[in-house]
């Protein structure tokens, strides 16, 4: 889907989206294609433990936690510079 669609369907709503065809320009994420994975209503605060219990399962996937009011995604790219230990 595109972010048009998801806003139309998804009109005014918290949902999870996963990334299926994605690339980096400027250090903006720019999603051209999309899947919705969860909607929430107006429940931020449970769409945010579903998006943690969703990435602890699936690390690989790009998922992220956007409502649908926005009239365009705007994800920033952060690169991460420290150091990770073991787990």
Do not use: C
Request: aromatic share 8%; net charge negative; hydrophobic share 35%.
């Amino acid at each position: 889907m595109k972010w048009e669609d998801v806003r139309q369907k998804y009109n005014n709503e918290w949902i999870i989206i996963e990334a299926i065809n994605a690339r980096t320009q400027d250090d903006n994420r720019i999603i051209d294609q999309l899947t919705v994975v969860d909607a929430f209503n107006n429940d931020n605060n449970e769409a945010l433990r579903k998006y943690v219990e969703l990435h602890k399962a699936h690390p690989e996937r790009e998922l992220y936690v956007v409502h649908t009011s926005r009239d365009q995604l705007n994800i920033k790219e952060r690169r991460w510079t420290g150091v990770r230990g073991t787990q």
